[in-house]
């Protein structure tokens, strides 16, 4: 007998004839970079420090360690680090509104222009 054709192959073969995403936009390198969280702050203060305390632990145990004292910390040992974000939070606002304020390059048409 012969086979139904009528089903499709396989599932990856239906999938891969379907349109694929399209590209996500380029990134302006110009940007103001956004804040970093109070954690951030504390996480490039002890960083070092872990390591030296550890000096087998890998990447990701570092962060863990990281983590397990950040949550160690009561709020007086937090608050500068959290008075070092809230500073860089207004820093990211003010580059943020500048360059939203900025008037954008057209982008250059190149090729699409009729030469008659």
Not at 56 to 74: P, T
């Amino acid at each position: 007998m012969p086979k139904d054709s009528t089903k499709p192959k396989r599932k990856a073969a239906e999938k891969a004839t379907k349109a694929t995403r399209g590209t996500k936009a380029k990134k302006d390198p110009k940007a103001p970079k956004r804040a970093l969280s109070a954690y951030m702050f504390f996480s490039q203060d002890w960083r070092e420090r872990i390591k030296t305390e550890n000096p087998d632990a890998g990447f990701g145990e570092v962060g863990k360690l990281l983590g397990a004292k950040w949550k160690e910390l009561d709020d007086e040992e937090k608050k500068p680090y959290i008075e070092q974000a809230a500073q860089d939070k207004v820093r990211a606002e003010d580059e943020k509104s500048a360059y939203d304020s900025k008037p954008k390059a057209p982008a250059s048409d190149e090729g699409d222009e009729d030469d008659e």
